[in-house]
Structure formats: structure tokens, C-alpha cells
């Protein structure tokens, strides 16, 4: 509640404190693999077609943390249409606390990789390169 002037009135008023613009919506993870020590999910909100490129974002959920205190990656992908190629354009492991232990862009120039056949890169090729 504030107190707002109406004229020569002085009213109480409800008023909606001031909300940060949303940059991103909030992930829609979709778990697309899993396996006793660990699962793996696509945001299936992240995933953008341009042109030749479709960019997603990942994540793997390790069982337990490594010896380095990991337990979960973060990951940018980038699967091209045409080529039927996918590399991972930047990562992030985390702790059990969600802080970043380290972060990686993989150089531009990185040869990409085959998209497998029966891979999760090849369904959301499927799907999203048609």
C-alpha cells in the first residue's frame, strides 16, 4: 500500500512494486536421455531456427558431483541443417549450490561432429530441421 494524492485527498492505493523486464522465458526442460549416473535435457524454449543453423540450450545432471565438485553442465548447441553437423558453442559446470565452477567458449573454428545416428542431436534435427 502507498499513500498517493488525489486532488487535495490523500488515498491508499495498491501499488505494484517495479518488475525487472524478463530476458529470457523460463526453461521448459524436457529430459531427452537418462542413465543411472546421469540425464540429460533440451529447453525446448531455447530451441531457434536461422537459417541453416538451430541453436539450443542443454543441460546434463550428473547422479553425484565429480572429484572437481560438478554436477551439472550448461551448454549451448548448434546443429546445422544442411551438413547434419553439431558442436557445442559454449559450457558451464556446476556445483551442487548452482555456482559456477568454470566456463568455456569453444573457439569458432572448432571442426564440428557428425550428428549420430539414434542421438539426441538427430531428433531435434528431425524435428526442427524437417
Known sequence: MKLVAAGTLLLWAAVAP??????EPTPEWQ????????R???DRRSIRRDGDSLRYSG??????ADQHGVLTLRHLGE????RREYRIVT???LDAAG??????????GAAPIPIDPG????????????
Not at 529430459?31 to 546421469?38: I, T
Not at 543441460?59 to 553425484?64: E, L, S
Not at 555456482?99 to 569458432?108: R, W, Y
Open 18 to 23: 517495479a518488475q525487472p523486464p524478463a530476458a
Open 79 to 82: 546443429i546445422s541443417c544442411a
Open 119 to 130: 542421438s539426441n542431436n538427430e531428433a531435434l534435427h528431425r524435428e526442427f530441421c524437417g
Open 91 to 93: 559450457f558451464e559446470a
Open 40 to 42: 540429460v535435457y533440451v
Open 31 to 38: 529430459e531427452v536421455q537418462g542413465a543411472n549416473d546421469f
Open 59 to 64: 543441460r546434463i545432471v550428473r547422479a553425484q
Open 99 to 108: 555456482a559456477v565452477v568454470f566456463s568455456f567458449t569453444v573457439p569458432q
